[in-house]
């Protein structure tokens, strides 16, 4: 039997240059959906997902999404002489929902590189990386769908997604043979294919890896911009050991491009009951 995933790899030490100017001063992972930042998703994503220690991989300037996971005292105790009890009660929830660390990485390398750099942390067990522009609104957790394929196959997992034809070249694509109609014995792995994508299944940013990905990311040669692509280690990962793809239950949101965001904050407002009416009657003056 696989071990169960206890940690989670989260890479946020990206610029957020799309959505300048707001992450001028702002990291993007702090960028809100509704009232809760992008990041809270990913990290109570995880949680539900069994995972106890959260790794974050920063860069300079981002100390505020430490902050955010962190006990604020002075403003919990005025929210407590304001009578805000509920509210004081939610700002602890968030400090103490997981053990969350951060890791330096000193220069842009690319993702296998932040992934990289979470080696000393992780140690010999299975974790997930957990990509902070993809929120998935799922009944079961995405990651938990992923981790329950690891567990039952033993085998690293990562998320899969059907798209169209066109939007190929905007993804990682993989192929392989079926197993069920959700998994994938993973044969093959091209980057945004620009022409003959091997099929219209995109890898989407959750990844249950085994600790042998560490010694693969390290024998990974740097390509343009001397970047380390995770997913030349995952190509390397599925001819020694396997690799499977899981075509996730839930919706999934592309928060790191504006138009999605955009989309990302109607859809969860619209899960709000004190928000959807008066919205849904906004939308529909507008259109």
Same mark, same amino acid.
């Given at each position: *039997?696989?071990? &169960?995933?206890?940690?989670?790899?989260?890479?946020?030490?990206? $610029?957020?240059?799309?959505?300048?100017?707001?992450?001028?001063? @702002?990291?993007?992972?702090? $960028?809100?959906?509704?009232?809760?930042?992008?990041?809270?998703?990913?990290?109570?994503?995880?949680?539900?997902?069994?995972?106890?220690?959260?790794?974050?991989?920063?860069?300079?300037?981002?100390?505020?999404?430490?902050?955010?996971?962190?006990?604020?005292?002075?403003?919990?105790?005025?929210?407590?002489?304001?009578?805000?009890?509920?509210?004081?009660?939610?700002?602890?929830?968030?400090?103490? *929902?997981?053990?969350?660390?951060?890791?330096?990485?000193?220069?842009?390398?690319?993702?296998?590189?932040?992934?990289?750099?979470?080696?000393?942390? @992780?140690?010999?067990?299975?974790?997930?990386?957990?990509?902070?522009?993809?929120?998935?609104?799922?009944?079961?957790?995405?990651?938990?769908?992923?981790?329950?394929?690891?567990?039952?196959? %033993? $085998?690293?997992?990562?998320?899969? *997604?059907?798209?169209?034809?066109?939007?190929?070249?905007?993804?990682?694509?993989?192929?392989?043979?079926?197993?069920?109609?959700?998994?994938?014995?993973?044969?093959? $792995?091209?980057?945004?294919?620009?022409?003959?994508?091997?099929?219209?299944?995109?890898?989407?940013?959750?990844?249950?890896?085994?600790?042998?990905?560490?010694?693969?990311?390290?024998?990974?040669?740097?390509?343009?911009? %001397?970047?380390?692509?995770?997913?030349?280690?995952?190509?390397?990962?599925?001819?020694?050991?396997?690799?499977?793809? !899981?075509?996730?239950?839930?919706?999934? !949101?592309?928060?790191?491009?504006?138009?999605?965001?955009?989309?990302?904050?109607?859809?969860?407002? *619209?899960?709000? &009951?004190?928000?959807?009416?008066?919205?849904?009657?906004?939308?529909?003056?507008?259109?």
């Amino acid at each position: *039997m696989s071990k &169960p995933i206890r940690k989670a790899v989260i890479p946020a030490a990206g $610029l957020g240059t799309r959505f300048l100017p707001a992450t001028k001063a @702002v990291p993007k992972e702090l $960028l809100p959906i509704v009232d809760t930042p992008t990041i809270q998703y990913i990290v109570e994503e995880a949680v539900a997902a069994g995972v106890h220690d959260v790794i974050l991989i920063c860069a300079r300037g981002k100390d505020s999404i430490v902050d955010h996971f962190d006990i604020a005292a002075e403003l919990e105790a005025t929210l407590e002489r304001s009578g805000k009890t509920e509210l004081r009660k939610e700002m602890r929830r968030i400090a103490q *929902m997981a053990q969350v660390v951060t890791v330096r990485q000193q220069e842009p390398l690319g993702l296998g590189h932040a992934v990289l750099c979470a080696k000393a942390l @992780v140690g010999d067990e299975p974790f997930v990386v957990m990509l902070g522009d993809d929120i998935i609104d799922a009944r079961v957790p995405a990651t938990r769908q992923l981790a329950d394929c690891w567990e039952r196959h %033993g $085998l690293a997992t990562i998320a899969l *997604m059907e798209v169209p034809p066109a939007e190929t070249s905007m993804y990682g694509i993989a192929a392989g043979r079926a197993l069920d109609e959700r998994t994938t014995r993973i044969e093959r $792995l091209v980057e945004k294919p620009k022409v003959n994508p091997p099929s219209n299944l995109a890898v989407i940013g959750r990844y249950v890896l085994p600790p042998r990905i560490f010694e693969l990311l390290e024998q990974v040669t740097p390509g343009v911009g %001397g970047e380390i692509q995770l997913t030349d280690a995952l190509a390397m990962l599925a001819r020694e050991e396997g690799l499977l793809g !899981y075509r996730f239950e839930g919706d999934r !949101y592309d928060a790191g491009d504006r138009l999605g965001y955009l989309k990302a904050n109607i859809a969860f407002a *619209m899960k709000r &009951p004190e928000l959807a009416g008066p919205l849904r009657q906004y939308l529909g003056e507008l259109l």
